[in-house]
C-alpha cells in the first residue's frame, strides 16, 4: 500500500512504465491501471480480474494532448464534452488509433476515453508518461471498490502497488458515452448525469438494457453484485418486502426509513435499515452506495433488500448498479 507523497507516485508511474499493475483512486472507483500500449501488462489485469477478454477497458489520461495518442479524430460533439465536462466521470467512445492493442479494445475500432478529475490519478498518469489502460479493481462482476481496503481484500496478492487515495468522492463508475454515431449514445449511466451532458450536446439517446450486446459489459443484466442476495423494489416498496431469515434494508433516505420504521409489522422483518442519504442527497448516495454494500455484504446477512432512488441524476446510476446486482425474479 503507498501513500500519495510524490516519492509513491513517482514509485507507481516508473512500474505502470515498467509493464506493472496499479490500483490508483479515481473520482468514481479505484482503478486498476497497466500502459495501455503494453499488450502483456493489459493482459495482467485481465487476469488479476479474472475477467472475460471480450470487455474492453476504458484508457486514462490526464492531458487533453494525449487523447491524440489513442485516438485517430474527434467528432465534434466529442471535442465540446472534453472542453467542457473534462476532467470528470465521463468517457467517451472514440475511433481508437492502430496503436491501441485489440486487448484493450476487445478487437473494437473504438475505444473508451477518460480524464479522471481526482488529483492522484492525474499525478500517477504523468508520472507514467502514457495513457493507462483500467478497469475498476475488483474481480470481474462483483462489487467495484471506492476505498484502498476494498482493493486489498479482494485483489490485495495480485497487483504491484496500491495507492491509498482515501474514499472515492463519487463512488459510482463513470457514465460511458458513445459520441461515434450520428447522435450521442449513453451505454451506461454513471457519475456524469446525464442532464449535465444535454447541456452541452442537447438531446441523447439512452440505450436500452434489453436490447444491449455484450460489447459493454456495464450492460450485462447481472454485474456489480454483492455475494449476498441482494432483491430491488421500487421506491417506498420495502413496506411490502417478504424477506427470509436475517435480512438487511437499504434505504434512500431518512424519510425512507422513517416511513418502513412505522410501516406496519414491516420493521420487525429487517435486522437493520441502512440510509444511502438521510438528506435525500444522490450524490451522496452515490457515493456510498458501494461501500455500504461491501459492508452488508460482510455482515452475515441472508437477503438484502433496496429500494429503488428517485431517477434523475445520480440516481439513475445508482438504480442502474443495484439492478444489476439483484436477482432477476
Ligand atoms: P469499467 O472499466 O469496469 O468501469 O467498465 C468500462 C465500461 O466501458 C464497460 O461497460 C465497457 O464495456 C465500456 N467500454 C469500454 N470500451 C468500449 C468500447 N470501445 N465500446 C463500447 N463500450 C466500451
Ligand atoms: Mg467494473
Not at 444522490?282 to 452506495?289: D, G, K, T, V
Request: glycine fraction near 8%; charge should be negative.
Amino acid at each position: 500500500m503507498l501513500d500519495v507523497s510524490e516519492a509513491s507516485i513517482g514509485r507507481a508511474g516508473k512500474a505502470l512504465a515498467e509493464g506493472r499493475l496499479v490500483a490508483f483512486p479515481t473520482e468514481t472507483v479505484y482503478g486498476l491501471g497497466a500502459n495501455a500500449f503494453d499488450e502483456k501488462a493489459v493482459a495482467r489485469i485481465f487476469e488479476a480480474k479474472a475477467r472475460p477478454n471480450f470487455d474492453p477497458l476504458i484508457v486514462h489520461i490526464a492531458e487533453l494532448s494525449q487523447a491524440d495518442r489513442v485516438v485517430s479524430s474527434l467528432p465534434p460533439a466529442a471535442r465540446a464534452l472534453m472542453e467542457r465536462l473534462w476532467p470528470g466521470p465521463l468517457t467517451l467512445i472514440l475511433p481508437k488509433r492502430d496503436e491501441v492493442p485489440d486487448l484493450v479494445t476487445s478487437g473494437l475500432p473504438t475505444v473508451a476515453l477518460r480524464f479522471p478529475a481526482n488529483s492522484v490519478a492525474q499525478d500517477l498518469i504523468r508520472a507514467a508518461g502514457l495513457p493507462i489502460a483500467a478497469p475498476s479493481a475488483n474481480p470481474f462482476g462483483y462489487l467495484s471498490p471506492t476505498t484502498a481496503d476494498h482493493v486489498a481484500a479482494m485483489l490485495g496478492d495480485k497487483v504491484d502497488f496500491i495507492i491509498d487515495g482515501g474514499p472515492c468522492r463519487i463512488g459510482v463508475e463513470s457514465t460511458v458515452l458513445d459520441v461515434t454515431g450520428e447522435r450521442p449514445v449513453v451505454l451506461r449511466p454513471g457519475g456524469m448525469p446525464v442532464e449535465s451532458i444535454e447541456e452541452v450536446v442537447g438531446k441523447v439517446e439512452i440505450l436500452d438494457r434489453s436490447e444491449a450486446k455484450p460489447t459493454s459489459p456495464g450492460q450485462l443484466p447481472s454485474h456489480y453484485a454483492p455475494h449476498t442476495k441482494l432483491y430491488l423494489v421500487p421506491s417506498g416498496g420495502l413496506a411490502y418486502a417478504k424477506p427470509h431469515g436475517k435480512a438487511a434494508a437499504l434505504v434512500y433516505d431518512a424519510a425512507s426509513k422513517e416511513a418502513l420504521a412505522h410501516a406496519h409489522g414491516a420493521p420487525s422483518h429487517f435486522r437493520t435499515i441502512r440510509v444511502l442519504s438521510e438528506s435525500g442527497d444522490l450524490l451522496e448516495s452515490a457515493a456510498r452506495l458501494f461501500s455500504t454494500l461491501h459492508e452488508l455484504d460482510s455482515g452475515g446477512f441472508d437477503e438484502i433488500w433496496a429500494e429503488r432512488l428517485p431517477e434523475l441524476g445520480l440516481g439513475r446510476a445508482v438504480n442502474d448498479r443495484l439492478f444489476k446486482a439483484s436477482e432477476k425474479r
